[in-house]
């Protein structure tokens, strides 16, 4: 009877944030090892934080409240406990600062914290659990020192000549640029006021400045380097560190600070540029750094799918094509949209998805006014907030009805169904999973033809998804027929409902609308189905006209190259395949994804009449 397993009983004092890291002290009964403790979010159980380490310590003044409680049996003690979980993990997955977080103890009866996020805390009770996890040596004893000075006001300590002259934040991240006398020469801290961050001299950034150093001169102050100037990235400075902390040590003695504004002045794609300068020597960092140093400013908080449908139009006919258009920070290309439905059967349904609530207004207003003239069901989505790209997509894929999905970008303009017409066929025969479809730009040359990938120097030798032929007058194809391609790009995009689901959609991992096609068409290619390509007249893209707006080009270009960097983690051993060989000669699980609808012939193009 007393092996039987028992609940364990457990109590968190505290949960604090210090230097990147989570803190978590508290104590249990009977003790407990790294597997038996965890932090997840709702929602999100995959996305955990890794405990980086554990320590024990004594508890004597919860003994007497233990055995209150219940009879330690023999050899069972209080043990106490500082654990400290890696926060940095959050930066690659959707756990943010912003989500809310759950601490449990594997065997106890509940959950034993909740919070809305977590915040550090500088007050006496925060500050003895990062003592105790200095000593446990989860966080940085410069840092522990760094934090104590602020806190009696750096009371004799000299100040660093030093100026900020910019701060930019995005996504968790913060971003400075700043120069310090001599830092490269320095032994430095850097720390946000709220102990929500900590950075050190090999995390930081030097470079020249020759003007600092004229400077320096100038005031008598001495100069042992001309690199003075440091960029420095907060992985979680959030809105919370409105000042930044400098410490500059000689062994764990400090005897140099320095206090500064962290207050935003400037936009990101500045402290992006001057990253790519400093440390990549004129361009993109090297991936093994990107983590580090892009990825917090692009950190999304991926909260739980809101929307809600609106019906604009129906018909009594069941859709067997659902037409998916996406819209975000650009409205306009509605009217076009409706217009061409004009050309298509009533067994087509349109579905827009309003991404970005400042376009819903405009979007419903238009779309039922316009309703008496439109000839098939048609639908808005409304999301509750900017989802993104592929997350948009999967809410339009998961409202549809249609056997068929064919995923749109609101800048298309089709001039002729019967590309469309030859997709369904294909399909219809299962020997394609996804179909892709050649794009004019409006003066007729290629925009795109199928997708390749092919490896780049100015990604660092990874490989990048191209578009050949680009630019260039469409080489002759053959009317109806369908090529196979590696890939096709999401802006026209055709596979079934049910394969799609199968799959699960687009993978929301990537950000703003860059590599989830390319994905979701290998993730199809790994049953057996090759993607395709119609290779016909009558379409046309007004390539990114209607995402123009969403940011300055240092700031989009890094966004692509952070999903270049998680295409490629992903793909690595398909991607480098011999290239003289398709990638259908890589040995893949073969299995064919049963076709469903018989095929009737036309059944996308309006009849005349």
């Avoid at 309003?354 to 819903?360: H, I, Q, T, V």
């Avoid at 019967?418 to 730009?441: H, N, T």
């Avoid at 194809?477 to 689901?501: I, K, Y």
């Amino acid at each position: 009877m007393n092996d039987r397993p028992r609940r364990r009983q457990a109590c968190i004092d505290r949960i604090v944030l210090f230097a990147n890291t989570v803190l978590v002290e508290g104590w249990c009964l009977p003790r407990i090892d790294k597997a038996d403790l965890r932090i997840e979010t709702p929602g999100y159980a995959a996305a955990l934080l890794p405990l980086s380490g554990m320590g024990r310590l004594e508890r004597p003044d919860v003994v007497s409240a233990i055995q209150n409680a219940a009879t330690p049996r023999p050899g069972e003690t209080a043990v106490g406990f500082v654990a400290a979980f890696d926060r940095m993990a959050a930066v690659d997955s959707a756990v943010t600062t912003e989500t809310q977080w759950t601490l449990v103890i594997e065997g106890a009866d509940v959950a034993t914290f909740t919070g809305d996020g977590l915040s550090g805390d500088v007050r006496d009770e925060a500050m003895r659990c990062v003592r105790l996890a200095a000593k446990a040596g989860f966080v940085p004893e410069r840092a522990l020192r760094l934090a104590e000075a602020a806190a009696a006001q750096f009371a004799g300590i000299p100040v660093l000549p030093c100026h900020v002259d910019a701060a930019a934040r995005a996504g968790h991240g913060l971003g400075l640029d700043c120069w310090i006398a001599n830092a490269r020469r320095l032994d430095l801290v850097v720390m946000t006021d709220d102990l929500s961050c900590c950075v050190q001299s090999d995390d930081l950034s030097f470079f020249a400045r020759p003007d600092v150093t004229t400077h320096l001169r100038s005031v008598g102050h001495a100069v042992r380097t001309d690199e003075h100037g440091v960029l420095a990235v907060f992985p979680f400075g959030g809105t919370s560190g409105k000042v930044f902390l400098v410490g500059a040590f000689e062994g764990d003695t400090l005897v140099g600070h320095f206090v500064g504004r962290a207050e935003a002045n400037a936009d990101v794609g500045g402290i992006l540029a001057r990253l790519n300068a400093v440390e990549g020597g004129g361009r993109f960092v090297a991936p093994e750094k990107a983590r580090r140093l892009y990825r917090p400013f692009l950190a999304q908080r991926k909260p739980e799918l809101a929307y809600k449908t609106l019906l604009i139009k129906d018909v009594p006919v069941r859709p067997e094509l659902s037409i998916i258009v996406p819209f975000y920070k650009e409205d306009m290309f509605i009217r076009h949209l409706t217009t061409m439905q004009m050309w298509f059967a009533d067994t087509v349904e349109w579905i827009f998805v309003c991404d970005d609530p400042a376009l819903k207004a405009f979007l419903e207003t238009y779309l039922r006014k316009r309703a008496p003239l439109l000839r098939s069901r048609t639908r808005l989505v409304v999301n509750s907030e900017n989802y993104g790209y592929g997350r948009a997509n999967n809410i339009g894929a998961e409202v549809a009805d249609g056997e068929y999905l064919l995923f749109m970008n609101s800048d298309i303009w089709i001039d002729d169904v019967g590309p469309l017409e030859r997709a369904v066929s294909a399909l219809d025969e299962g020997k394609f999973g996804v179909i892709g479809f050649r794009l004019l730009y409006e003066d007729g040359t290629l925009q795109h033809d199928g997708l390749s990938f092919e490896r780049h120097s100015d990604v660092h030798d990874l490989f990048i998804v191209d578009h050949p032929g680009k630019g260039l007058p469409p080489l002759p194809a053959r009317g109806g027929t369908v090529d196979q391609v590696p890939a096709a790009t999401g802006a026209l995009l055709m596979m079934s409902r049910e394969l799609f689901l199968k799959v699960g959609g687009f993978d929301d991992r990537y950000i703003r609308g860059d590599f989830e096609d390319a994905d979701l068409c290998l993730r199809v290619a790994e049953l057996g189905l090759p993607t395709g390509i119609v290779r016909e007249p009558g379409i046309h893209h007004l390539e990114r006209q209607s995402i123009r707006l969403m940011g300055e080009t240092s700031f989009r270009e890094v966004v692509m190259y952070v999903n270049c960097i998680t295409f490629n983690e992903r793909w690595r051993a398909v991607l480098a395949h011999d290239p003289s060989q398709p990638l259908s000669a890589i040995p893949r699980q073969q299995k064919r994804f049963p076709a469903t609808v018989d095929q009737q012939g036309p059944r996308l193009a309006a009849v005349a009449g």
